[in-house]
């Protein structure tokens, strides 16, 4: 029998710090395991409460651990940072790990599931690709003007000039220029195609997961902000009411108050940071608009 009443795992790639407390809450052991040598030692303890920073990797060693009867609580690394003594090391990190678990009011992470994880990697590709694109077209813009030539600012109308601006047979262009604009010219389309095909697929993801279809009848909420919402909270149970989800997104104002002062009303850009890399439709416009008035 083991007589450990908390283990924190400071996670990593390959050396993991691990520190155990007792019934007392105090340190037991705070010892370094490697990768290979962690899930074993996981299996020999009794089913416990093992608590971890909610950081890479975290989401599948709380299933690995989950699945061996283990109690999974994930700190979120800004509750840990509070709790560290002394220099910042691993043994401290474990420490620090155990002591914010055990604090009464603490918020804790969700587990995130493999399909919100695959809904999450899709986004997070096609965010890429969008940015991608946005900064070949202004390279490509940039470019031009440098000739002369000024095209506005809409990705649709750039791609429908373009290929008349290098094809044109005037003197603007030089013959090395209008074969660079015609590299990045395939280079942006084919960017445009990618974005497309992580439509079609988010889509089609949607169309398979019942918490998704929900949010989808909310007004101007489509299959991008639905997936996004769904790979972020699931379905929402780690939340006992709305509020605290609208105050995670980032809908409320931080609250600053002082000895008996008007409390000062801070606008959050949280929500904007969320939402903003997934509308470009113009049904979801709607949304943004609303988040921008509430915390702006």
């Not at 390959?14 to 299996?43: D, E, H, I, P, W």
């Amino acid at each position: 029998m083991n007589n450990n009443s908390l283990i924190g795992i400071d996670l990593a790639k390959s050396y993991f710090q691990v520190c155990a407390l007792n019934q007392a809450n105090k340190v037991n052991f705070n010892k370094q395991l490697t990768r290979n040598k962690l899930a074993l030692f996981m299996q020999q303890q009794d089913p416990t409460l093992v608590a971890m920073e909610a950081c890479s990797s975290s989401n599948y060693w709380a299933r690995k651990f989950e699945a061996m009867g283990h109690i999974i609580k994930l700190v979120p690394a800004q509750h840990v940072k509070p709790f560290v003594k002394g220099n910042k090391n691993d043994r401290n990190d474990a420490v620090a790990i155990c002591e914010a678990t055990l604090r009464p009011n603490m918020n804790f992470a969700s587990i995130k599931t493999h399909e919100q994880q695959d809904m999450q990697m899709l986004h997070r590709m096609r965010q890429l690709y969008v940015k991608q694109s946005t900064s070949l077209a202004n390279q490509i813009r940039g470019y031009l003007s440098e000739y002369g030539i000024v095209i506005q600012k809409q990705l649709p109308r750039l791609l429908k000039e373009l290929p008349q601006i290098v094809s044109d047979e005037n003197k603007i262009l030089t013959p090395l220029c209008k074969e660079l604009i015609t590299v990045q010219h395939r280079t942006l389309l084919d960017t445009r195609k990618k974005i497309e095909l992580f439509n079609q697929k988010i889509k089609t993801a949607n169309n398979q997961n019942e918490y998704c279809k929900r949010l989808q009848t909310l007004p101007g909420v489509g299959p991008i902000i639905s997936s996004a919402i769904f790979a972020a909270v699931g379905n929402g149970s780690q939340f006992r009411k709305g509020r605290q989800m609208s105050a995670w997104i980032g809908l409320t104002p931080l609250t600053l108050a002082r000895a008996g002062k008007i409390p000062m009303l801070i606008p959050q850009k949280k929500a904007i940071i969320i939402y903003e890399p997934c509308l470009y439709t113009v049904h979801e416009l709607w949304l943004l608009g609303v988040v921008r008035k509430r915390i702006l």
